[in-house]
């Protein structure tokens, strides 16, 4: 079994290098640690889909908590799958720059087939915020 979180954060004053800067590293950090994701970023908010081993992703939520770049973590949901949604993303960024409604159509586009309708649903939702 695979567990799998979402969470949203505040992080207001970032710039796109040091967003670019963080996908990279956690792109670099969660292959060593066989988490997949995605990652998007509305230009104050992130939200995270993680997946992997419970006690990796446990442990992972802690250092996120602990970052001081942002705050508000909030877990949206926690849950075991049986394969992962995203499994060839070591951390996959989808950029919602574009209006709404173009940025609706390409994310829809980009999330992966296995993602739970409940979590396609809160990703979509997330689309439309600024």
């Known amino acids: 079994m695979i567990s799998q979180y979402l969470y949203i954060s505040t992080a207001p004053d970032l710039s796109r290098d040091q967003v670019t800067r963080i996908l990279e590293a956690s792109a670099l950090n969660n292959a060593a640690r066989s988490v997949t994701g995605l990652l998007l970023y509305n230009g104050r908010n992130f939200l995270q889909l993680l997946e992997g081993e419970e006690d990796t992703l446990s442990a992972l939520m802690d250092r996120i908590g ?3 770049r942002h705050s508000g973590v909030s877990m949206i949901d926690r849950m ?4 992962r949604a995203c499994p060839d993303w070591a951390m ?8 709404v409604d173009q940025r609706r159509a390409e994310l829809d586009e980009q999330l992966p087939g296995g993602l739970s309708p ?8 997330f689309a439309v915020l600024n």
């Open 118 to 125: 409940e979590h396609r649903r809160i990703i979509m939702n």
């Open 92 to 99: 996959k960024r989808i950029a919602i720059n574009q209006n």
């Open 80 to 83: 075991t799958v049986d394969e």
């Open 66 to 68: 602990d970052d001081p």
